[in-house]
């Protein structure tokens, strides 16, 4: 009499671990603003307002009504905004070459009600290129090197003050490797955990499980041993299963050793879909409840969908964009050059 109770259970666990996650065919582009811009970096807050930080010292908070923008001038310089991360009561913009400023930016649900410089640093090799959060105290941005390892500061006061680590604490950086600033994601959060891609000659994954006190690093499969080659996108789903997205800039249709997954916390990589799929991709994001399966890649030449952690993917438009970030299982908003758009994926 317990049989057939035990094998529905069965058939039910067993139905649930096979079904495949959502299969996105399309995609509805809805142009949110325009400018004469190149914007890299984005931080949706809901499914009609969005932050964004550009080159020209241009910030801004775009929403379904009136959009508020400004423009942050560094004495008498503009400056380049290639980084940007939120909490609940400030945002934060950080620039890439010297000087390399970080602005905390008060906000309410009108208005900016503050701005000040919580971090400053001058040198002819500085250039940050992403900025993250674990939580509302907790933060962390990452740079080229400046001395012989990556750049990275960490805030433990919400973003009040902030202190870059010495290199005693961190892997050695190796020559030609550093970071691309193209879509404020080279960074990766998941609990105490943060992940670090990097690119040019060498393409490596910097890992901490304690919020940036100690440090490992990784080898990659990702192409690399050219200026313009490398990482440029990661991404985690838990703890374990983790995506790095990018290639050839100059050879952007190449698609052999430019995507990789890992299933243990990033301390192994192995290619998928080489020599199939797209090419160079800037920004790749998991999709919001899918169980790690679905992805979603951007860059320069369109917008690529998998539903299988990347072993096959579909291209869903050809309009290109740099970044791209989730507020669902099915908007997110992505930043390319003159614009910001809205995208709704559709099965």
Known sequence: MRILPILLISI??????????????????????????????????SVDKVWFAANAGRIGLIDSL??????????????????????????????????????KIGFNEKEATNIEEVYIEKSEKVFYDAIAFWDDKEGIAMGDPTEDCLSIIITRDGGNHWKKLPCDL???????????????????LYKNHVWIATG??????????DRGKSWKVFDTPI???????????IDFFDEKKGIIFGGNWEDKKYNEGNKAITYDGGVTWNLVSNGKGPGY???????????GK?????????ISFSNDSGDTWI???????????????????????????????KE
């Open 12 to 45: 039910l666990l067993f139905s649930c671990e096979i079904n495949p996650a959502k299969k996105f065919t399309s995609v509805t582009i809805e142009r949110v603003f325009t400018d004469s811009l190149s914007i890299r970096a984005i931080n949706p807050i």
């Open 66 to 103: 009136t959009p508020k923008l400004a423009t942050i001038k560094y004495e008498d310089s503009l400056l380049h905004f290639r980084a940007i991360a939120a909490t609940n009561d400030a945002v934060f913009v950080l620039s890439i070459a010297s000087p390399g400023v970080l602005y």
């Open 170 to 188: 961190i892997p050695k950086s190796e020559i030609g490797e550093a970071a691309f600033a193209a879509s404020n994601s080279n960074i990766a």
């Open 200 to 209: 040019g000659l060498r393409a490596r994954v910097f890992h901490s499980s």
């Open 223 to 233: 192409i690399q041993g050219k200026a313009m080659t490398g990482i440029y996108s």
């Open 281 to 291: 991709r800037s920004s790749v994001r998991f999709v919001p409840g899918s169980k």
């Open 294 to 302: 679905g992805l979603v890649a951007v860059g320069s030449l369109g």
């Open 315 to 345: 291209e869903l438009s050809n309009e290109g964009f740099y970044a791209i970030e989730f507020v669902n299982d099915t908007l997110a908003f992505a930043s390319g050059r003159n614009k910001i758009s809205r995208l709704i994926f």
